[in-house]
């Protein structure tokens, strides 16, 4: 008894020695703890949601990121549409590393929709970018349900800050049929929050929007064997033009959907091309004609450094 009590209060020499060994260790590990939970600028850090609403987001360290580093991007993928149409699918706003941002203000409510999307930009600061981080990644957790329909567009919001990425996809939303009030509600308040981001005027004191030339565009053509629709103007005039574009980069009979990618100079006359060509031209039911054959156009604009003719499915890179 009497050496237990000694073990206790002095410790055997064996003890004794292992004492440091097992400090240091503690130390260690300790050290090790304190690195992972306090990093200095928590960009890797996810928030925790609280009884007060939602998880915070976390906050970006610009000094760490590359230009085309990508923040916040807002992208519909659509539901079951024609390959042409689903080929002019881009995200509606991107916000780049450096603080750059690229809005789709194409006039979606138009009676006849253009075929060269009106983009936007501008340059953000650091505050300005943080809050549009923080507006989108308010609803990335909200609880939107699904909907008992198929082919409907899926919206995503993704948010990424260093090696951290959250996202929310909201299937049909605008389409809110059989599901809870909750639910409802929440969809209601990711449409709001895509509505105040895509007003940047609005949301951002001192944001001043230009148009904006993207790096190239994607020129996607689909053939047909329909007629070309009529209108606008004159009820007779069919919607039917020369497409301004080397017959072997078109859609053929036999490769039915392709896609070339022009850049630079090329890019810019081919766009002008279309838009000088008015409202006959320069819109989304226009048939163009190649040669001896019909085809229908489609504009997806690069945005980011990994935009290509591979995103289109089915289509034959030219």
């Known amino acids: 008894m009497t050496e237990r009590a000694g073990n206790r209060g002095g410790g055997s020499a064996r003890h004794k020695d292992m004492q440091p060994h097992r400090t240091i260790a503690l130390i260690i ?23 007060e ?16 580093d990508v923040l ?14 689903r080929a002019r699918a881009f995200p509606e706003l991107v916000l780049f590393g450096d603080g750059e941002v690229v809005v789709d203000h194409t006039d979606t409510d138009a009676e006849d929709l253009p075929e060269v999307p009106e983009l936007v ?14 507006e989108v990644y308010g609803v990335l ?52 929050v895509i509505d105040d981001v895509v007003d940047l005027e609005d949301f951002l004191d001192g944001v001043e929007l230009e148009p904006f030339e993207p790096q190239g565009w994607l020129v996607v053509t689909e053939f047909t064997e329909d007629s070309p629709p009529s209108g606008p103007g004159e009820a007779d005039a069919l919607l039917l033009a020369e497409l301004p574009l080397a017959p072997g980069l078109a859609a053929t009979e036999e490769e039915p959907l392709a896609c070339t990618e022009l850049r630079g100079e090329e890019a810019r006359d081919f766009v002008d091309e279309i838009v000088s060509g008015g409202d006959i031209v320069n819109n989304r039911s226009t048939f163009f004609e ?29």
């Not at 489609?298 to 030219?318: H, K, M, N, Q, Y």
Request: net charge negative; proline share 7%; hydrophobic share 35%.
């Open 72 to 85: 916040v991007e807002i992208d519909t993928t659509p539901g079951l549409v024609p390959e042409i149409n």
């Open 121 to 134: 930009t501008a340059t953000l600061d650091e505050d300005q970018a943080q809050a549009v981080v923080d």
């Open 290 to 318: 190649v040669e001896d054959r019909t085809v229908r156009l489609a504009l997806r604009p690069v945005l980011t450094p990994g935009d290509s003719c591979a995103d289109i499915a089915g289509a034959v890179e030219r």
């Open 53 to 68: 609403g939602p998880a915070p987001a976390p906050t970006v360290d610009f000094d760490r990121l590359q230009p085309s």
């Open 141 to 192: 957790g909200a609880e939107v349900g699904d909907l008992p329909v198929t082919d409907l567009p899926t919206t995503t919001l993704t948010v990424t800050v260093g090696s951290h990425t959250r996202a929310l996809d909201v299937y049909g939303l605008g389409f809110d049929e059989d599901i809870s009030d909750e639910q409802a509600d929440a969809r209601e308040e990711v449409q709001d």
């Open 29 to 51: 590990a300790l050290l090790l703890v304190a690195a992972a939970c306090g990093d200095s600028d928590g960009e890797d850090q996810e928030a925790t949601a609280t009884d």
